[in-house]
């Protein structure tokens, strides 16, 4: 027999799956609860707790409990809702919001005699001490000293592409694809950008072993781990050749690893691991796992470029919000960051499998995809003479938004044949009715076209 306290959160469960409980309306009071089940209202707090903690309601202070955005029933949802595969925010409910709303209010008080001044522009150290110990726990043994505290990894882009780098190398080099973000911080930068090939497979080495050798390249630009926009990662073989490569030929490699907390191989580390740091520009951002309204980033920087890196960010604003770094400081502190990070790992995984399952069942041939181990993205290649944009607009007239590929490369690779969905703000029984309109659609470019 259950207790009271499994009968209150299965009742509860059963009334959202049903739909008696809608998105953002309150949940019925502690004491008709504890009425309905004869039992305390201490028991029906904690069955309320326990919901709250799986982020399946949310409490406001002095009115009550209420049921977290987008936990009613798939069915609830009518066909003509749009589906986002554009978007790259993660889903509101599956962010730490109120822990993060904790740490923001005791960092206010923890911190109110900086915010009424300036901080360093490294980062605070008590901050850069705590991503130190974090680091190390992933194989990279950076000291409170390299680590620079960034607005957001967009930052760093901004600074890296502008500042000056040893050696005489100007020209950046960059995957093609690659994040688009990194490619606007080099085009606003005025820096000559170049593209080497990857695709599901990695890269050619030698091809890049010519360019590290040209002695023209200043840095190379990579993501090694759930690409955007293939979604796909770097075997460790191939990170330790790149990184091997660096060293032989003394060249940067800008490292961003944006979606480092859902990897779940303990062995797959990273390239500044295998570089033991000397060439690699270690690059994190905080948005994906935390939120990116925080704008948090760090950066592990190689001895020599610490200085010219530091004069930069403080020109650029002096330093970083002093509660947003307090907030990131007691939140991974606090072992909070640990915990979340293993359930978002669990939460991504799935959602990936089932999304690559759904691609197995709803694709037939000729529509080729990228197969992810996790993350959050997957590239479609369409078929011969199907147009991504063309797709593209079809599909938003059916309510559906996904990203055209070319937008992640350099004019002269650019081919109109690839599209990239983002499944992280997508439901799992709407990454389902989306894959099969995205098929109808492709089916039907494909015909006509012919
Ligand atoms: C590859 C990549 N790097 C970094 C970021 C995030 O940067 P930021 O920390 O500035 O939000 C994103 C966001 O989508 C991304 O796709």
């Known amino acids: 027999m259950d207790t009271k306290h499994e ?15 809608r998105s953002g309306h309150k949940l019925p009071s502690v004491r008709a609860l504890a009425k309905m089940f004869s039992c305390s209202p201490n028991t029906v707090v904690r069955a309320y707790q326990t919901l709250e903690r799986d982020d399946v309601i949310y409490p406001v202070p002095k009115s009550g409990y209420y049921l977290v955005e987008g936990k009613g029933p798939a069915s609830a949802r009518t066909e003509s809702e749009p589906i986002d595969f554009a978007s790259t925010t993660p889903r509101g409910d599956f962010l730490p919001f109120q822990e993060m709303e904790h740490c923001l209010r005791k960092a206010i008080s ?9 901080t360093d522009p490294q980062g605070i150290f008590s901050l850069r001490n705590e991503l130190s110990r974090y680091f190390h726990a992933q194989q990279m043994f950076a000291k409170p000293d390299q680590i ?48 080497i090939h990857r695709d599901e497979h990695g890269i050619d080495l030698e091809v890049l072993e010519s360019y590290f050798r040209s002695g023209q390249i200043k840095l190379f630009y990579t993501v090694p781990r759930f690409l955007n926009p293939l979604g796909t990662s770097y075997s460790l073989e191939q990170k330790r050749r790149i990184a091997d490569l660096a060293r032989q030929y003394d060249v940067y490699i800008v490292e961003d690893d944006y979606l480092a907390d859902l990897e779940e191989d303990s062995k797959a580390d990273p390239l500044y691991a295998l570089a033991q740091s000397h060439h690699v520009i270690y690059v994190k951002s905080f948005s994906k796992t935390i939120l990116p309204g925080i704008r948090m ?44 990070a293993a359930r978002i790992r669990e939460h991504y995984r799935e959602k990936m499998r089932y999304a690559i399952e759904v691609c197995a069942r709803v694709f037939g041939s000729g529509i080729h995809y990228t197969c992810p181990s996790s993350g959050v993205f997957i590239t479609i290649r369409l078929p011969q003479y199907v147009k991504a944009s063309a797709l ?47 098929e109808e659609e492709i089916r039907r470019l494909e015909r006509r076209m012919r």
């Open 7 to 21: 009968q209150i959160v299965a009742h509860m469960i059963r009334e959202v799956e049903r739909g008696h409980i």
């Open 148 to 195: 620079a505290v960034v607005t957001g990894a967009q930052q760093a882009f901004s600074i890296l592409t502008r500042m000056p780098f040893p050696g005489e190398g100007r020209v950046v080099l960059v995957e093609q694809p690659t994040y688009f973000g990194f490619l606007a911080a080099a085009r606003v930068a005025g820096c000559p950008v170049i593209g």
């Open 110 to 118: 923890l911190y109110k005699e900086e915010l009424f001044g300036y």
């Open 297 to 340: 980033g760090a950066v592990l920087l190689p001895d020599r470029l610490l200085d010219p890196f530091i004069r930069h960010k403080n020109a650029a604003d002096i330093s970083s919000p002093i509660l947003s770094q307090g907030a990131l400081e007691l939140y991974i502190m606090s072992g909070m960051y640990k915990r979340h």
């Open 392 to 438: 593209q607009d079809r599909l938003l007239q059916r309510g559906i938004s996904v990203t055209n590929v070319d937008q992640h490369l350099l004019p002269e690779n650019q081919r109109n044949d690839r599209i990239r969905l983002c499944i992280i703000g997508v439901e799992k029984p709407r990454i389902e009715a989306g894959m099969i309109v995205i």
